[in-house]
């Protein structure tokens, strides 16, 4: 290996879920400088081999770095007073038609700023970095202004330099009507096509296109301009749909080759036939159905039945889904939507990497555990993949792994 001095670290007798599967034996796994090397029964882990290793440890259970694909991690302010109005009866799309809701959070994020965006979602992050995430997806959403939403990309940006994590960014302008705009929401798309998507992209500071479309939030013929505007820009595009209700903006994304459609709750035949078609990803946002009460579940036998991918995310935002816990959400998709174990944590590993477009790269991208991909790993104190679904437990990841370097190590605190 060109100019690597690093040893390779060894893992040996672990049991291995490779992103989409547990290997049926016991497994070792090698990191040499920034990438897995090797991954290979124990039986097949000859002397000469293992003596050239450091070794890091041997048990437990070795995962990818987990992925979560789907946050809002920079915002300003708090909305825990609407966490009590909703408690009193009080529903959130009703807090939005009051101008609550997202529009808090857009006047408490316009107030705030770089320094302080940052210094309010670095704890956020270093939670999620703590539960073994090691990709995330951060958008933006509630600046609605270009000045305030390239302001929170570049805060998200800044938190993927400061800290041993990869982020995605993802511009989400189209997320809420704001005030300055009441009445007129088609010149509100204008600004996002014609001024937003171009400066982002220009600015590098998007690697995706979200919208929310939504009674409450844009048209599917609105959302569509957007997605005219991203592709033309050559960006990927993604999209909160039929959350609430069935506008059919899963299909539509679907139609531009979309990376995701999310929450999805409200997706019909025709809606799962499109995502299979276009080879899209149904990201499932448990955190927001339990915080919501929500009662309809998405489709997941359907999708399961069509081969639609499902990843799992924590959505985490001040509003619907104030929760930066990742391995909760994995037993919350076994709970409150009847995944399985293997498929929540596939949804948190191999399908979160391919939400976010990750999949596609050369030598594989994070979310797998094989030869060549980076070295984004897991190393957690338990019997089984499974445990990390079934037990809602903090302190069980020993090791964390970030691009071959361990960030995180109560195994040798
Ligand atoms: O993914 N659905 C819309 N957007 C966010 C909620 C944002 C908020 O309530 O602040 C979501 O649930
Ligand atoms: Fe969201």
Redesign the pocket.
Known sequence: MAGNPKTPRLWRDVILFDGLDTRPEPMAVIVTGERISHVLPMAELDDGLADGCEEMGHGGVITPGLVDC?T?LV?GGS?ADEFEQRLEGVS?EEIARRGG??LS?VQATRAASEDELFDAARPRLEALMADGVTSVEIKS??GLSVADELKMLRVARRLGEALPVRVVTTLLGA?ALPPEFKDDSDAYIELVCREMIPAAAEQGLADAVDV?C?TI?FSVAQCERVFAAAEAHGLPVKA?AE?LSNLGGSAMAARHGALSA??VEYLDEAGVAALREAGSVAVL?PG?FHTLRETRLPPIAALREAGVPMAVAT?A?????PIFNPTLMLNFACTLFRLTPREALAGMTAQGARALGLREQGGGGPGRIAAGAPADLCWWDIESPAALAYAVQPGRLRQRIFNGEVTHDTAHA
């Open positions: 789907h809002h915002f909305r959130y809701g997202i959070t959403g509630y997320h929310f939504e939030a909160h959350q999310d929450h946002l927001a959505d935002n001040p509003g619907s889904s």
